[in-house]
């Protein structure tokens, strides 16, 4: 069974720098997904960036990028220009990409509670 | 952007009752999922349903709860007798196919009093 780790429960950064979430995982699989989901306090889950572990290129998306060592098995979220908005609970997930049994469900961190300094 | 949508936002319910937790997922898509979420702690899997039977069940899918789709288009999650410790935010999510992305719904906030 995959796991997913991240070992920061809170992390704070100030207004328009830079900070990193940090993620790890343990599969024997080959091909997979990666996420990072942000929850605010609605507790809607937000997708923010996807890597598909097939993929050597990091993705980004605006402001967010990711940095994916897929030999270490590491997966961390680097938020530029950080926003107030910014601010919630950032879950790291794993999903595989073949499934016998056709089901394709996300494995999920604990989370990393960031706040934004004004 | 095409969303998934769940009824009721909140239900309060005494322990010992039965509740009924209903998604409308996107019309196209092929992979229903629920997941749970106790306050404060990770979001955890519950259960998959495809092509109109259970794909895969996690160990807290116990004989309390139950899956379906009664009409085509909700996806229901049904807990027979209710805990206090089934108080959590429940979410439902979709997918087309494995290469696609989840989608979310808002999710139901569950209190067993």
């Known amino acids: 069974a995959q796991t997913v780790t991240q070992s920061q429960p809170e992390m704070s950064v100030q207004e328009a720098e830079t900070v990193t979430l940090s993620c790890t995982y343990d599969?024997?699989?080959?091909?997979?997904?990666l996420f990072w989901y942000k929850q605010p306090p609605s507790r809607q889950m937000i997708l923010v960036i996807r890597q598909e572990a097939y993929k050597q290129q990091n993705a980004t998306e605006n402001r967010f990028s990711v940095n994916f060592q897929k030999a270490a098995k590491s997966f961390s979220l680097k938020i530029s220009d950080s926003q107030l908005g910014d601010a919630a609970m950032y879950f790291c997930?794993?999903?595989?990409?073949?499934?016998?049994?056709?089901?394709?469900?996300?494995?999920f961190g604990k989370g990393t509670k960031l706040s934004v300094i004004p | 952007e095409p969303e998934v949508t769940q009824t009721p936002s909140h239900q309060v319910t005494q322990m010992g009752q039965e509740v009924i937790l209903r998604c409308v997922p996107i019309s196209n898509h092929l992979y229903f999922y629920w997941y749970r979420q106790i306050l404060g702690q990770k979001v955890e899997f519950l259960v998959s349903?495809?092509?109109?039977?259970?794909?895969?069940k996690s160990e807290i899918f116990d004989d309390q709860f139950s899956v379906e789709r009664p009409d085509g288009s909700n996806f229901t999650l049904k807990i027979r007798s209710t805990k206090l410790e089934d108080s959590a935010m429940y979410f439902c999510?979709?997918?087309?196919?494995?290469?696609?992305?989840?989608?979310f719904g808002p999710g139901t906030r569950l209190t067993v009093l």
């Open positions: 999510a979709t997918t087309r196919d494995s290469q696609t992305r989840e989608f």
């Open positions: 349903f495809y092509n109109n039977e259970i794909s895969e």
């Open positions: 599969t024997s699989e080959s091909d997979y997904y």
């Open positions: 997930a794993y999903r595989s990409i073949y499934s016998g049994a056709g089901s394709y469900q996300l494995t």
